[in-house]
């Protein structure tokens, strides 16, 4: 059994100390000449007292204890964990765009903007838009910015009846969830046996009081909306709006853009299909996209080019106005920017051709050991059902934890929500096919455990760090932080 | 380009003649053939251009950064909100281990140990720091944040009215009121007198929350026990936005009342990098735990009963509860959230405060060194590391003369206030030395 990793706290010691301040060069002055008592902090802030090569030891400890893309294939289905450049990591350090302030006077930034307006011309060419914000600093964020956007036109031409947004059962959670907190109601969309939106439950529930449509195409179950031309349509001759999730676009670059499929706003992470890495949850950074008709309504500032150079317009009355400080994530842009450039139109197109013959290719290999909700060909990512397994007592949870004894990450389980015992494959167009199929491999001996001796299974994981967590204790009985001994004055 | 010049693409000619046969179709185009024809016919990228080999891209992206001015290489007076700090060589070099930043959201909590371990780090450091009693493990950033804690106080208490003080951060309260633009909430700013929150006409009736900055953004240290007297007493929360730096020497958020406390953890070493990626907090107190948005990281044990971390409290996250979610928050700032544990561990619990003293000290010197000079101070009274000086002439010209001398100077405040046109907002870390506040004032001095 291997040793319980302790706690920067605990690592602690009384008059250790991990850090240097530059010489002075001004006055020393009392803090209490500076500041009236009340202010000033009457118990210290318990923080780590630690040497440098503490926190070395420490954080350097606990990367060990974390599987990334750079320690092995990781097939997250809809989360595209694809290799994340070295040299991009290089390029957002470059001082002069690491160590620049958003307030500085524009014409100290000229080259920062013009990589922002070359990017937001790129992803307006990739997606088949007009005009594209790089504000939204994630997903989420995005989504709620897109429906903003559809708010505000609906608004301005007085459809304020329009409160309903209309989400497939296929969709990521965070969908509904974006349309509440924009001020919508959400209906829900059945998929029907294709594993497609039900056009007819779709004219249903489409109509006066809809604002918008929100789809992802390839959809989470990896298919593609063969009908989107006709969705759209419909969707449009309601007077809504149709709105991409472009969270995951790894299989259209170069094969088929949102804005020809009739969308009216997209939006994009830019730390998924290219190649922000994930950073164990974020940053990320999710542009958002739109037609013509919704430019007036982006939030402020557009950044475009001027006679005079690069620069900020403020000057948007129908705008809905600020989403977040200063310009988004720009340190994500510049990585995102990056491998654009890296790429080029060749090797983007590339990426998505290759990203769907490696999903079908492990699909293949796998659809006889597993049930198979929808046999047909997939996109950029492929679904598979572990009833069959769970009829012999063994869940898609155990497979997903006997996957990390071989040294994978698993793929998303039990989503979508609408098939049961569900995986979720994304294998991306960075892993070789000896990946693959070491991968593939690995997923059939499983299910050749499952039936023959499938204790091996139900009781993964055997080699990791810990064992399974005791997940409803830590819901029960919150322990959110490190409860630290007595309390100490700092003064 | 040749196929085998794309590095990040394995596939050879003859995997893909392979993997086509295992498939059984002839070409990828089949495996697209559910695509509408006229959509692949009109997807071309054109626009983008030929590929980069590395030395190329390396070449373009530095002439691009070279067209900008850095803090490296100018000294800079700028904050309001993103600060040029030290930042350990420590953090940058434990940042790059590519387990950490190469990792998704830790949703295996078996090989996801490290990444949690330190977000459970991260939100022990944070109530530490802010006196609060629960911590999320990041948010986009300190202006979102509060706007998301807007959200939340109108959720509890189910009132619509939100009172900010008129001393946030300007682009604060514009994020504020496009927020408000969702749920509906009716956004009111207090007056500002002497750069303080007005507390003299504070009428707080039906408000779901007071929301005030600390510092404020004029670089004033607001009073917060008195207002958050007047919010309680109102039946409102009290949401306080905090330099979490700063708290090294102000007394806690949550020893003088805040229900609520975020803030961007940015100046623990994260760099400026135009505005963002930076790194939001969120704490609350404990009555709230289970309102909070965002990830929450707690310790719970293994089968064998070791200690270990896992995701928790997700009933409250849009990925279980959808439409019902607290928030719509999914991707977070984890990796500055580590950077900024990794920063805080270095300075540890006498280093924060000796760096805050530090700031406190450089920004005393350069403003006693301004009154010297002559000019005036606005609205002066106790401060962290900011302040506004007033030259008596337009900020703007004083900002570009000193650009011109090589200086970034403060931020010219008539852009947000016509009446401060003449004032600009002065920032002055530990990086910044007698020498440079000297020549600044020189050079300003040297104006007509």
Not at chain 1, 213 to 220: A, F, G, S, V
Not at chain 1, 230 to 246: C, F, P, Q, S, W
Not at chain 2, 82 to 95: A, E, G, I, K
Not at chain 2, 282 to 295: C, D, H, I, N, W
């Amino acid at each position: 059994m291997q040793h319980e990793q302790t706690l920067i706290f605990e690592v602690s010691r009384a008059g250790r100390t991990g850090y240097n301040l530059p010489t002075p060069t001004v006055p020393e002055v009392d803090l209490e000449t500076l500041l009236p008592a009340s202010m000033i902090r009457q118990e210290a802030a318990e923080l780590p007292e630690v040497s440098e090569l503490d926190v070395v030891r420490h954080y350097t400890s606990l990367s060990t204890r974390n599987h990334g893309v750079d320690s092995g294939f990781y097939p997250l289905g809809s989360c595209t964990m694809k290799y994340n450049p070295k040299v991009n990591e290089d390029m957002a350090r470059l001082p002069g765009f690491a160590h620049i302030h958003p307030l500085q006077p524009l014409e100290s930034v000229q080259g920062a903007l013009e990589m922002m307006v070359d990017l937001q011309d790129q992803l307006a060419e990739i997606t088949g838009m007009d005009e594209v914000t790089l504000q939204p600093a994630a997903g989420a964020h995005g989504e709620w910015t897109g429906l903003m956007l559809i708010k505000a036109f609906h608004h301005h031409n007085g459809d304020t009846h329009r409160t309903k947004v209309l989400v497939p059962d296929s969709a990521h959670g965070t969908n509904p969830a974006s349309a509440v907190v924009a001020g919508f109601e959400t209906v829900t969309v059945k998929s029907d046996e294709r594993g497609l939106v039900d056009l007819a439950d779709l004219k249903a529930k489409v109509g006066e009081d809809t604002a918008a449509l929100m789809l992802t195409n390839p959809n989470t179950l990896g298919l593609f909306e063969a009908d989107i031309l006709e969705i759209a349509k419909v969707v449009h001759e309601a007077g809504g709006k149709l709105y991409y999730d472009g969270a995951n676009s790894n299989a259209i670059l170069g094969i088929a853009r949102p804005g020809d499929m009739g969308f009216d706003v997209v939006h994009l992470n830019l730390h998924k299909t290219f190649t922000g890495p994930h950073g164990g949850g974020g940053p990320g950074s999710g542009p958002v996209g739109v037609k013509h008709d919704l430019i007036p309504y982006l939030p402020t500032p557009i950044v475009k080019k001027a006679d005079t150079g690069f620069t900020l317009d403020y000057d948007r009355p129908q705008s809905i106005g600020r989403i977040k400080p200063f310009y988004g994530n720009f340190g994500i842009n510049v990585r995102a920017y990056s491998y654009i450039k890296t790429m080029g139109a060749e090797g983007l197109t590339r990426v998505s051709r290759e990203a769907v013959l490696n999903a079908n290719y492990m699909f293949a290999r796998l659809k006889d050991a597993f049930d198979v909700p929808y046999d047909t060909y997939c996109k950029h990512e492929f679904v598979l059902s572990g009833k069959r397994q769970k009829a012999l007592g063994v869940r898609t949870l155990d497979i997903a934890k006997r996957l990390l004894d071989f040294g994978y990450h698993p793929p998303t389980i039990y989503f979508p929500l609408n098939v049961e015992e569900c995986i979720m494959v994304e294998p991306t167009e960075t892993e070789s096919k000896e990946t693959l199929d070491a991968f593939c491999d690995a997923m059939l001996q499983i299910v050749k455990e499952a039936e023959e001796n499938p204790e091996i299974v139900q009781t993964a994981p055997h080699t990791t760090v810990v064992k399974r967590l005791d997940e409803t204790l830590a819901a029960r009985k919150p322990v959110l932080k490190y409860e630290r001994r007595q309390p100490s004055s700092i003064n | 380009m040749n196929r085998m010049e794309f590095r990040y693409l394995p596939m050879t000619e003859q995997d893909e003649r392979d993997m086509l046969q295992t498939i059984g179709v002839e070409s990828i185009e089949e495996l697209l053939e559910d695509i509408p024809a006229s959509l692949r016919e009109t997807a071309s990228l054109s626009a983008i251009g030929a590929p980069l080999p590395e030395v190329d891209l390396v070449r373009h992206m530095s002439k691009l950064a070279e067209k900008n001015l850095h803090t490296k290489s100018h000294p800079s007076f700028l904050g309001a909100g993103m600060y040029d700090h030290l930042s350990p060589s420590v953090m940058n070099h434990m940042l790059l281990r590519s387990e950490f930043y190469t990792a998704y959201t830790p949703y295996q909590p078996e090989i996801s140990q490290g990444e949690l371990q330190a977000m459970f780090e991260f939100q022990t450091m944070i109530c530490e720091l802010t006196g609060m009693d629960v911590a999320n493990s990041s948010m986009y950033d300190g202006i979102t944040a509060l706007a998301e804690a807007t959200y939340l106080a109108s959720a509890h208490t189910k009132k619509k009215r939100v009172i900010v003080s008129g001393a946030v951060h300007p682009e604060a309260k514009d994020v504020i009121e496009t927020y408000a633009g969702g749920p509906g909430l009716n956004v009111e700013f207090t007056p500002v007198a002497d750069g303080l929150t007005d507390v003299t006409n504070l009428d707080l009736t039906d408000a779901s929350c007071l929301v005030v900055q600390y510092p404020n953004f004029y670089g004033r240290i607001e009073d917060l026990a008195v207002l958050a007297q007047a919010a309680h007493d109102a039946g409102a929360l009290f949401v306080v936005s905090s330099n979490p730096l700063a708290l090294g020497i102000l007394e806690s958020p949550g020893a003088l009342g805040a229900d609520i406390t975020v803030g961007d953890a940015q100046p623990f070493g994260i760099p400026q990098s135009f505005g963002g990626p930076s790194c939001g907090y969120f704490a609350v107190k404990q009555a709230l735990m289970r309102k909070l948005p965002g990830r929450l990281v707690g310790q719970t044990v293994d089968e064998d009963g070791k200690r270990g971390f896992v995701l928790t409290l997700q009933a409250r996250e849009q990925h279980i509860r959808r439409d019902k979610a607290t928030s719509n928050i999914c991707s977070n700032q984890a990796l500055n959230a580590l950077a900024a544990s990794i920063t805080m561990s270095a300075l540890g619990k006498y280093g924060i405060r000796d760096m805050a003293v530090r700031n406190m000290q450089t920004a005393h010197y350069m403003k006693e060194s301004l009154k010297t000079a002559g000019y005036t101070i606005a609205d002066e009274g106790p401060m962290f590391n900011e302040f506004v000086v007033d030259f008596n002439v337009d900020a703007d010209e004083v900002s570009r003369h000193l650009l011109d001398n090589g200086i970034i100077g403060g931020l010219p405040l008539g852009t947000y206030e016509s009446a401060r046109r003449t004032h600009m907002l002065v920032c002055a870390t530990e990086l910044r030395t007698k020498e440079e506040i000297d020549r600044f004032i020189e050079v300003v001095g040297g104006m007509n």
